[in-house]
């Protein structure tokens, strides 16, 4: 709004036109459904509402989404390859109907933005994996996994009007917006902004392949790694930063800015490079790194095959820079060379130079082992971070779980582990026996699968909780499904040391030693969803011990985990 004396703008008029439009939306929201959004959901709605994510200025709509997945391309032609819907479960998709508003909170139901419903429908999930991810198999793929597994089975889009975006309390200072990272550049006057994206530690190398691409291209660089999706709580959230901030330190000064990115990665292989491209554009870059296994789920795993095509990325993003306005750069791998003792680009090394190099998992390794992480490696100030979080084995928490049918020696066996731990008196120890936890944990719970689920769940999460503050969890429930047991191996394992042991004793054995009759009851019929009678027990897929107590003790059968635990080094 114009003021009439000085021709300039009344700001502190226009701020108070936004404030009490903000108080009307929420009065009126008052009187809508709600949902509150899960952190992956949150992530994008952040994306959305700071305008990460333009052109989108809501969900996608069914027409916009079957055009994203079969040519890349939102309705009206612009270049978009990743779908952006709201999942939501079959009960709230069959209490909304088009054109009603719907209210998005955070996980305390605090209030985001106001959805307008334009679209509901349920999608083919096995069609949004073949194109998006290029499998439909879960197994093969961590992406299409969560998809079936963890996304509702119903969509919906449609416009949002923002109300606040979703509150951080960490870092305020480098959690910036596009609008901040523009206005940013321009005071320092980069006209050339190399965008870096990253979900790793960096190290050495790290910082003179960015250094090096910067220099290439005449630009400076904006680092944006992805962090903390499952923050707050996790230690590698803030490690992770810190470390960040650490790197940053070793460029020169005003060639280089920091900012956090809370994308919600989907591993998507190019299509996802090409997507991190445009958002890189809309927070203001000119250029954009890319790896050569870019966004592939499996980059940083040396003992697992990549699964999209090398360099396929950098295709992909370079084939669509007429359309995207920002140039690729490819990642050059830079090698250490122990004759010149500094690094150069692994394409420039001679056969007879003594190239050094340390994997992640011999880091890994070293770190857990307490041993040298040498200075050409990493810097003293980031490894004396890592070894802060991640300290060796023998000081971590750990989780022992034990599966196994009834009657197989699950109980028996923690117990004499909780008994030999607290003889040690070396890390607190707690034990969450099956029949305990349904007792005082999971009390309402039926036997139903989705019950069963629930209830291993909620052990795998009081398990992590144990292993992140340095205790030993012993964990005994029959957790007849690979599902549960893979979720509680992949949460478990980010904290500390996660021993899966698998009773293999024969069904046969289990019911000669069935005291209570169970088993019994359950071939009569008066025992509904049995495991092993009834229900099905799916064995684990890869072990860290398989017991059969069919003719060893319970003192033996500990004796297994005891020197098993110390061979890999969580116990001395």
């Known amino acids: 709004m114009a003021n009439s004396s000085s021709g300039t703008i009344d700001y502190s008029e226009s701020l108070l036109v936004h404030f009490r439009r903000i108080e009307s939306l929420k009065q009126d929201a008052l009187s809508y459904p709600s949902i509150d959004l899960n952190n992956r959901q949150l992530c994008d709605l952040e994306l959305l509402l700071n305008r990460a994510f333009f052109p989108l200025n809501g969900y996608l709509d069914r027409k916009d989404y079957e055009r994203v997945l079969e040519e890349m391309q939102l309705a009206d032609g612009t270049v978009w390859p990743i779908p952006i819907c709201l999942d939501i479960d079959e009960k709230t998709a069959g209490s909304l109907n088009r054109g009603d508003c719907l209210a998005l909170n955070d996980g305390e139901g605090f209030m985001l933005a106001i959805l307008t419903v334009s679209d509901i429908w349920q999608p083919d999930k096995r069609r949004e994996a073949l194109t998006v991810y290029g499998t439909d198999d879960t197994d093969l793929?961590?992406?299409?996994?969560?998809?079936?597994?963890?996304?509702?089975?119903?969509?919906?889009?449609?416009?949002?009007?923002?109300?606040?975006?979703?509150?951080?309390?960490?870092?305020?200072?480098?959690?910036?917006?596009?609008?901040?990272?523009?206005?940013?550049?321009?005071?320092?006057?980069?006209?050339?902004?190399?965008?870096?994206?990253?979900?790793?530690?960096?190290?050495?190398?790290?910082?003179?392949?960015?250094?090096?691409?910067?220099?290439?291209?005449?630009?400076?660089?904006?680092?944006?790694?992805?962090?903390?999706?499952?923050?707050?709580?996790?230690?590698?959230?803030?490690?992770?930063?810190?470390?960040?901030?650490?790197?940053?330190?070793?460029?020169?000064?005003?060639?280089?800015?920091?900012?956090?990115?809370?994308?919600?990665?989907?591993?998507?292989?190019?299509?996802?490079?090409?997507?991190?491209?445009?958002?890189?554009?809309?927070?203001?870059?000119?250029?954009?790194?890319?790896?050569?296994?870019?966004?592939?789920?499996?980059?940083?795993?040396?003992?697992?095959?990549?699964?999209?095509?090398?360099?396929?990325?950098?295709?992909?993003?370079?084939?669509?820079?007429?359309?995207?306005?920002?140039?690729?750069?490819?990642?050059?791998?830079?090698?250490?060379?122990?004759?010149?003792?500094?690094?150069?680009p692994e394409q420039e090394v001679e056969s007879e130079m003594n190239v050094k190099s340390i994997s992640s998992g011999e880091l890994k390794r070293r770190l857990e082992e307490d041993l040298e992480i040498p200075e050409w490696f990493s810097y003293p100030e980031v490894v004396a971070e890592l070894r802060r979080a991640f300290p060796p084995r023998s000081s971590q928490g750990f989780t022992v779980f034990i599966s196994g049918l009834s009657g197989s020696g699950k109980s028996t066996l923690a117990k004499v582990l909780l008994v030999k731990f607290l003889e040690m008196r070396g890390r607190p120890v707690t034990l969450l026996d099956g029949d305990i936890v349904r007792r005082n944990l999971s009390s309402e719970l039926n036997f139903s699968r989705e019950h069963r689920n629930l209830n291993i769940t909620r052990i795998g999460f009081v398990a992590s909780e144990i292993t992140k503050n340095g205790g030993i969890a012993l964990c005994a429930p029959i957790a007849p499904f690979e599902e549960p047991r893979r979720a509680n191996r992949e949460l478990i394992s980010r904290y500390g040391g996660y021993i899966e042991v698998y009773m293999a004793t024969p069904i046969e054995v289990c019911e000669q030693r069935d005291r209570k009759g169970l088993y019994a009851k359950a071939r009569a019929g008066k025992i509904k969803a049995f495991t092993g009678v009834s229900d099905p027990y799916t064995p684990p897929v890869n072990p860290e011990i398989t017991i059969d107590t069919t003719e060893i003790s319970p003192a033996e059968a500990a004796q297994e985990v005891f020197l098993y635990l110390v061979e890999q080094g969580y116990l001395r």
């Open 141 to 344: 793929h961590p992406g299409v996994r969560r998809l079936y597994e963890q996304c509702g089975s119903w969509y919906i889009g449609g416009r949002l009007e923002g109300i606040s975006l979703p509150i951080h309390y960490d870092f305020k200072e480098i959690r910036l917006t596009p609008s901040e990272t523009h206005k940013k550049f321009t005071l320092n006057g980069w006209r050339k902004v190399i965008g870096f994206h990253t979900e790793a530690y960096l190290h050495c190398a790290h910082k003179e392949m960015i250094q090096k691409a910067a220099r290439d291209a005449g630009g400076c660089i904006f680092l944006q790694p992805v962090v903390g999706l499952d923050h707050p709580g996790n230690l590698d959230h803030y490690t992770h930063v810190h470390c960040y901030q650490e790197i940053v330190k070793k460029f020169p000064k005003n060639m280089i800015s920091l900012g956090l990115s809370p994308l919600a990665s989907r591993q998507a292989g190019p299509r996802e490079a090409l997507w991190q491209a445009i958002i890189k554009k809309n927070y203001g870059c000119s250029h954009f790194i890319v790896e050569t296994d870019h966004a592939d789920p499996f980059a940083s795993h040396l003992d697992h095959e990549n699964f999209y095509p090398p360099h396929a990325a950098q295709k992909l993003v370079r084939e669509y820079e007429d359309k995207t306005f920002i140039k690729m750069i490819p990642a050059m791998k830079m090698v250490y060379v122990e004759d010149q003792a500094q690094y150069m």
